[in-house]
């Protein structure tokens, strides 16, 4: 029977001394070729579990395997295999781009021909061509973690790991990152790990989700699913003009139950789901109804985590770096 390619974990736990369990016992699989969007606040234990899978931290207690290799027996093997660009980018102030991609292919064994050959193609495939041969002192921020993502690619691995990746990117500079992810994984096959504290992020590239709060998995399943599961959409109706705000109630209420609105407009959550758009617009055309906006609103995934969670994911504990001070005590 040939190696199972994806992650697989079982249990697992870490935890450091003088505190809690940064990871607390979770249990996850990521099928071969999938984006998997690990999501949760500052200190969930996003960043521990990752170093974990990557081999830089060993686990408490618990198993996993990557790409087929045990975490703590087939380290090197673990390694051959992934590709991985954390939170702070390991780069050389004083060497260019180019530099740094011949650098790493020569640590993996590439021939000069294949350094040279794989180095040009993933400067061009990061859009970073046309910088290849400045010094990356001279970076933005995006270039940075566009250069630190072809580093992690140079061997071709089967598994990419991807720790909070556009953090602190300009939103050009994070569309040409979740460009580039989203065709490793639909092109090349790629199996990608993304953490993330962005829900548009998540939203956006994981195939699925899996939400983590102090340490455990709270909930998982596609994005779509999991905003499914905690509510239907609503539409909301602002009259045109203040005297018909009971006429646009009386359509409204026809498709669902209502729910608070804006001061002078008024909302329901739709029984049949964001199909039953069109009959509310249809329905407020033959009553001659008219309104100043007409909006649809769906769950998100902060609405998921909250409802999971009992807090907005924007209300974060400790920071990272309280994971990773813990990680070196």
Known sequence: ?????????????????????????????????????????????????????????????????VAGYDIVREGPQVRAS???????????????????????????GLSRKERKRRGQELLERVGLEEAADRKVRGY????KRRLDLALALVHGPQILFLDEPTTGLDPQSRSALWAEVS?????????????????????????????????????????????????????EATPSERTERDAVARVLMGFGEEIPAQPGAVAVRLSDG?????????ALDREEVRVANLRLDEPSLDDVFLAKTGRSLEGAGKGEDGEMEEAQA
């Open 1 to 65: 029977m040939g190696r199972k390619l994806g992650i697989e974990v079982e249990n697992l736990v870490r935890e450091f001394k003088k505190g809690p369990r940064a990871v607390d016992g979770i249990d996850l699989q990521v099928e071969p070729g999938e984006v998997y969007g690990f999501l949760g606040p500052n200190g969930a234990g996003k960043s521990t579990t990752v170093l974990m899978l990557t081999t830089l931290l060993p686990p408490t207690s618990g198993t996993a395997t």
């Open 82 to 108: 992934i590709g991985a660009a954390l939170q702070e980018a390991a780069l050389d102030p004083y060497l260019t781009g180019r530099e740094h991609l011949h650098l790493q292919a020569a640590l993996h």
């Open 140 to 143: 933005s921020g995006g270039m």
């Open 183 to 235: 065709r490793l994984a639909r092109e090349d096959g790629v199996t990608v790990f993304l953490t993330t504290q962005y829900l548009e992020e998540a939203d956006v590239l994981a195939d699925r989700v899996g939400i983590i709060d102090r340490g455990r998995i709270v909930a998982e399943d596609t994005p779509e699913a999991l905003k499914a599961e905690i509510g239907r959409p609503s539409v």
């Open 274 to 282: 964001a199909a039953g758009l069109a009959d509310v617009v249809r």
